[in-house]
């Protein structure tokens, strides 16, 4: 009977840790060559018209066609340096810093890093 408590117990505990982490997710991003990317391995890019921690962005319209924004799901929350701002369109986009995260429609394939540098004020998400 002490073995089966036990094993109850242990259990409990496993399934209670596992639940704790409920909304948290594996970060938005990951790191390649030096910079962030995203899940498709896409290079990740700040703007310098972004002010960190204003929970803003301001590429919307024309400007989130060319630079699609990393969003953010229903449901997924801030985690370590990594916070969600609101879209004037309504959506939630992932930042980095406080820094809103976009893709460059230009970057072909995982690696691309074309919007380096792109009318000086675009730049590569560096951890």
């Known amino acids: 009977m002490k073995k089966t408590n036990l094993m109850c117990a242990l259990l409990a505990s496993v399934t209670l840790a596992a639940c ?3 909304g948290m997710k ?3 991003a990951m790191m390649a060559d030096g910079v962030l990317t995203g899940a498709n391995g896409m290079t990740l890019y700040t703007f310098d018209k972004d002010m960190a921690g204003s929970g803003k ?3 919307n319209g024309p400007c989130a066609t060319n ?3 990393l ?3 229903d449901g997924d ?3 370590g340096e990594y916070s969600i701002v609101n879209r004037d369109d309504g959506k939630k986009q992932w930042a980095f810093k406080g820094k809103p995260l976009y893709y460059w429609v ?3 394939k995982p690696g691309d890093k074309t919007g380096e540098g792109f009318n000086n004020v675009w ?3 560096k951890p």
């Open 20 to 22: 704790a982490g409920g």
């Open 26 to 28: 594996s970060a938005p």
């Open 57 to 59: 962005s301001m590429c």
């Open 67 to 69: 630079w699609p924004p």
């Open 71 to 73: 969003f953010a799901m």
């Open 77 to 79: 929350m801030a985690s």
């Open 106 to 108: 230009k970057d072909q």
């Open 123 to 125: 730049h590569t998400a």
